[in-house]
């Protein structure tokens, strides 16, 4: 959870330095000194041609101290991310045929 707020923070701090860009947060559940889950609007000219290849699970590598022994063996702990990209669609018209 600690791993999601930096991921977090950097796309914050990646978005106000690009002009015209702003992030608004829709909802984000704290834990503690972490984020389980965070939803965020991003505005801006183009910002989805260049986030959609941020969409993905993004993990950290775990440093020595949380490696611990399990039956024998070291085991590493890895902390994962999903982020997911969506474009918001405007003027949607629809129209459902039941034949």
Known sequence: MIF???LLEAYEGFIRRRPGWE???LEITPVGE???FA???ITGPQCYSTLRWEAGIHRVAPTQF???EVSGKLRVDLTTARVVVM???ENVSLTLSMY
């Open 87 to 89: 474009p918001e669609l």
């Open 66 to 68: 949380r490696s611990r």
């Open 39 to 41: 939803l965020i609007a």
């Open 34 to 36: 972490g984020v389980r």
């Open 4 to 6: 999601a707020r930096q």
């Open 23 to 25: 992030c608004h947060p």
